[in-house]
């Protein structure tokens, strides 16, 4: 069974920072965790999932525009872990934060075969 596990989201004001991270169980992911691409999306109420940034086996990154400069991207194919670190935090990064795993590298595409339930990350202004 694959399954992808978000934590590290919360409350923050603008200018603030959060470490996301995204913890691989399940043989399924973990048996190739490190092949994988991997990606952070997120969604805001009433919009669609967008692709925030993703890593691929070779530690190469993409990131959306919105982001550059702000958020990194890495991961540990030691302890399957997928991580977003967030500076300067803005209003307008609400949203609910996903991770996924196996999916197209290069771009922010939405087709990632294993998706995680979610973190929430809300910053006021």
């Known amino acids: 069974q694959a399954q992808l596990e978000e934590s590290g989201g919360g409350s923050v004001q603008a200018g603030g920072s959060l470490r996301l991270s995204c913890q691989a169980s399940?043989?399924?992911?973990?048996?190739?965790?490190?092949?994988?691409?991997m990606g952070w999306f997120r969604q805001a109420p009433e919009k669609e999932r967008e692709g925030v940034a993703n890593?691929?086996?070779?530690?190469?990154?993409t990131y959306a525009d919105s982001v550059k400069g702000r958020f990194t991207v890495s991961r540990d194919n030691t302890k399957k872990i997928l991580y977003l670190q967030m500076n300067n935090l803005r209003p307008e990064d609400t949203a609910k934060y996903y991770c996924?795993?196996?999916?197209?590298?290069?771009?922010?595409?939405?087709?990632?075969?294993?998706w995680g339930q979610g973190t929430q990350v809300t910053v006021s202004s």
């Open positions: 996924a795993a196996a999916g197209p590298c290069g771009s922010l595409d939405l087709e990632y075969k294993y």
């Open positions: 399940g043989s399924t992911v973990t048996s190739y965790f490190n092949n994988y691409c």
């Open positions: 890593i691929d086996s070779f530690e190469d990154t």
